[in-house]
């Protein structure tokens, strides 16, 4: 997984920091996000994606093997 | 944050030392001191998480989320298992030693010392690895 969020945090000048208190997660979870490392719930992507006013398809991108069965 | 653990570090090695001059350098003293050495580190690791939390809540973030309480679920689901092993062997080592074989055998409180020690020592193990991997 990857993910865009670095460039917009980047883009709406939030720390991880800032996005970890809207979102309502440690810091580090943002960090590990961030990284593709972990695997949001969708509630968190939910959260993630409307701080940024973004489709969360957009937000969390997938390889085509991964989503496959 | 640094600091607390090497008071934690510190204080855990005079304990155990302080164990094992009270107890003899046997099994049941080292044993002992081990078990002093690791109460102490797990008080003050908790002690020391619990002031880092409190700084953080008051800086307005959250101390548990998702992610920690996947960590801690997998943590106490390998401590669990592996834990149920080791009591099972020692029990198992502790039956055969006392009927069939000519096997050194245990006292209670050894075997649970070892037990609660491998439990608690495998669930922290756990929580670092996982807190890495997850």
Avoid: C, H
């Amino acid at each position: 997984m990857r993910t865009i969020i670095k460039m917009l945090r980047a883009r709406d000048g939030l720390t991880q920091a800032d996005l970890a208190k809207k979102a309502g997660v440690r810091r580090e979870t943002i960090s590990f996000v961030e990284n593709g490392e972990y695997n949001p719930s969708l509630l968190l992507a939910v959260r993630i994606a409307r701080t940024f006013g973004e489709p969360v398809e957009e937000i969390f991108l997938y390889e085509d093997e991964e989503l496959a069965l | 944050m640094r600091t607390r653990n090497i008071i934690t570090g510190v204080t855990a090695v005079i304990g155990g030392v302080y164990a094992v001059s009270q107890l003899g350098t046997g099994m049941f003293g080292i044993i002992s001191g081990v078990n002093v050495a690791v109460i102490i580190t797990i008080a003050g690791l908790f002690i020391g998480k619990r002031l880092d939390w409190k700084e953080e809540e008051e800086m307005g973030f959250k101390v548990e989320d998702e992610r920690t309480q996947l960590i801690d679920g997998k943590a106490s689901k390998v401590g669990f298992k592996f834990g149920n092993y080791v009591w099972l062997a020692l029990i198992y080592y502790d039956f055969t030693a006392e009927r069939y074989m000519p096997w050194p055998k245990f006292n209670s409180q050894e075997m649970l010392l070892f037990g609660l020690l491998f439990n608690l020592g495998i669930y922290f193990a756990s929580m670092l690895y996982y807190r890495k991997q997850v």
